[in-house]
């Protein structure tokens, strides 16, 4: 399947789409730089760079990005979030906003389309997180992290997002691609840490092919030509298997997709079978999407817990009592003040008015997750981890938006707080959790994601 990733590599490639040149007059102020500066500082040090955006230039600001300079302004307002999130998703294209991931996630992933394909994607999709089948789910995700609480040693310090990826990473191995098989789990688990393991300059550098010949780009290239390699081979055999119905992962799921009675070869629901190209895409999508944003969302969780012995106390009592909800606000919060992903971003396909500001076709917007959970008008002294917020206090809609929103919230949201749920329960049945004396733990930008610089250094101890 080489070839196939070759040509998905090249045609999904930033620099490969042009557009039509945006006039730059009439846009919100921003900074005046390159796009190559603004760009990395934006990829590599969004942590300063944004908060600085808002102190210098107010509530909307506008930045250049590569590969053609074009103009990305982003919101911090609650009114304009709401605005974004509502509008029409035939002018605000979330597909195009994510053409970054293209090369990776390719041209059928759920979060690259826009219109039709967007609908029958989600459609497809939604079956495999409905509750029915999250309540299944859980079943694994709890016996995955009794296992994986089980081989830590108490006293010893713990790189807690080292645990949390190998975790997560398993449950969606197990979940999405119902690989049970540990040989090829011990194939399947490099590969992907190295996709995910990707440096912002690295992305960056996708918006020039030629780099794809060169050092970490290149790497990636042969990192992917493997992935495919072997997805595309589950998928045959799978595509083999006479008890896909009684399967319950996600990929003998999407499958059964057109088997049926129907002549024109769509089955009863009126669907054509998907290709391989199309389950890949959606696999890989999943995979990267719920893989290492809930890792950083647990293993901040466990690092605040650690900093909190009183809030660790109650997530305790919560954890043995079957207080779920508590155990999500933990979670809730622990996305709320470390936030994984930086902004939620819309291509505009025609001219609109966003804000106040009339804006030409080709322009990107967003909202900024990071300037929305620590504006103190939607979260009181934001700076303090305090998972009573999201039960004794009112969280106003489109504040805490890690999973975006409208209609293209994430389609994995509910499946990534049961995970985080079900993951604290047993690591908090089981152990006291501290910090490292001395380990101060700070945001660092890996891929698009934010994750602990450190680590979440924590210690654990038998309760």
């Known amino acids: 399947m080489s070839s196939s990733t070759d040509d998905r590599l090249a045609t999904m490639t930033l620099g490969q789409r042009k557009h039509a040149p945006v006039p730059r007059s009439g846009l919100p102020r921003g900074p005046r730089g390159p796009a190559i500066v603004q760009s990395a500082a934006l990829m590599r040090f969004r942590h300063q ?78 079956p495999a997180f409905r509750p029915s089948a999250m309540e299944g789910y859980r079943t694994v995700v709890a016996q995955l992290a009794r296992e994986e609480v089980a081989s830590w040693t108490p006293g010893e310090e713990l790189r807690s997002l080292e645990r949390m990826n190998a975790l997560t990473l398993e449950v969606i191995l197990r979940v999405v691609f119902g690989v049970a098989d540990e040989e ?22 996708w918006g020039y092919p030629a780099l794809q010949r060169f050092g970490p780009w290149k790497k990636v290239v042969q990192v992917q030509r493997e992935l495919d390699r072997l997805l595309y081979a589950e998928i045959a055999e799978r595509r083999a298997a006479t008890d896909l119905a009684e399967r319950t992962d996600v990929l003998s799921q999407l499958l059964l997709v057109g088997q049926g009675e129907a002549q024109d070869g769509r089955g009863a629901g009126g669907e054509a079978p998907l290709s391989d190209e199309e ?42 009592e079957g207080d779920d909800d508590h155990l999500e606000a933990v979670v809730k919060e622990s996305l709320r003040l470390h936030p994984i992903i930086p902004m939620v971003v819309r291509f505009l396909m025609k001219p609109a008015v966003v804000g106040g500001h009339e804006l030409p076709a080709g322009v990107s917007v967003g909202p900024s997750i990071l300037l929305a959970h620590a504006d103190p008008d939607n979260f009181p002294q934001p700076d303090e981890f305090r998972p009573s917020r999201f039960l004794d206090e009112e969280v106003r809609p489109n504040t805490w938006i890690p999973f975006g929103g409208g209609v293209r919230r994430c389609i994995g949201a509910g499946f990534s707080l049961m995970e985080g749920v079900e993951v604290l ?35 654990v101890t038998p309760v």
């Open 425 to 459: 329960r047993q690591v908090l049945t089981t152990y006291d959790v501290g910090v490292v004396p001395g380990h101060t733990d700070r945001p660092r930008v890996r891929n698009i994601t934010s994750v602990p610089d450190r680590g979440a250094r924590v210690v």
């Open 184 to 205: 090829r789990l011990a194939r399947l688990r490099p590969l992907v840490n190295a996709t995910v393991d990707v440096k912002p300059v690295v992305l960056l550098g």
């Open 49 to 126: 760079f944004v908060p600085w955006l808002r102190k210098r230039y107010g509530d909307v600001a506008t930045v250049k990005l590569l590969p053609e300079g074009r103009p990305l302004v982003l919101f911090s307002r609650t009114s304009t979030t709401k605005e974004i999130f509502g509008s029409d998703p035939e002018v605000f294209h979330a597909g195009k906003g994510n053409a970054v991931l293209g090369p990776i996630m390719g041209a059928h992933s759920l979060l690259l389309v826009d219109g039709a394909k967007h609908k029958r994607a989600r459609k497809l999709l939604m």
């Open 279 to 320: 389950l890949r895409d959606q696999l890989v999508t999943l995979l990267l999407a719920g893989h290492e944003t809930t890792a950083s969302g647990l293993a901040w969780a466990l690092y605040e817990l650690g900093r909190h012995p009183e809030l660790m106390r109650r997530a305790q009592q919560a954890a043995r």
